[in-house]
């Protein structure tokens, strides 16, 4: 299956690529039994920016004004793609969850869902 982008930029990768990339994230970095990426720089892509608190390193996260409205951790978070594609990392629940499509005023909706069905 082929990926998406758009006006030039983006990668363009399919729905198990998108996982792999968040199971990297979700593991802080390590790839089995290789560092790929920085521990210490995973736990930074967590940290709220100076402008906006929703936003970390290039990863959005559910704090500010991008806080859903269900009971996920402020630890959640999320690269979202044109379209509607989302890799959302939840290392609280060993989980990472990968939309594609999915109009994005729902993601916070569905997550809430996904929340529900793991208690």
């Known amino acids: 299956?082929?990926?998406g982008g758009h006006s030039g930029g983006g990668i363009f990768i399919n729905s198990t690529d998108h996982a792999r990339f968040g199971l990297l994230f979700l593991r802080n970095g390590k790839w089995e039994d290789k560092q790929l990426i920085s521990s210490e720089w995973v736990k930074s892509?967590?940290?709220?920016?100076?402008a906006d608190p929703?936003?970390?390193?290039?990863w959005w996260l559910n704090?500010?004004?991008?806080k859903w409205d269900n009971d996920l951790s402020e630890d959640v978070f999320y690269?979202?793609?044109?379209?509607?594609?989302y890799i959302v990392v939840d290392q609280e629940h060993d989980l990472v969850v990968v939309t594609r499509w999915l109009e994005p005023s729902k993601l916070g909706e569905f997550m809430g869902l996904v929340a529900k069905a793991l208690d």
């Open 54 to 58: 929703g936003y970390g390193y290039m």
């Open 45 to 50: 892509v967590k940290q709220s920016s100076e």
């Open 63 to 66: 704090k500010g004004n991008r």
């Open 1 to 3: 299956m082929s990926g």
């Open 79 to 85: 690269a979202s793609g044109f379209g509607g594609n």
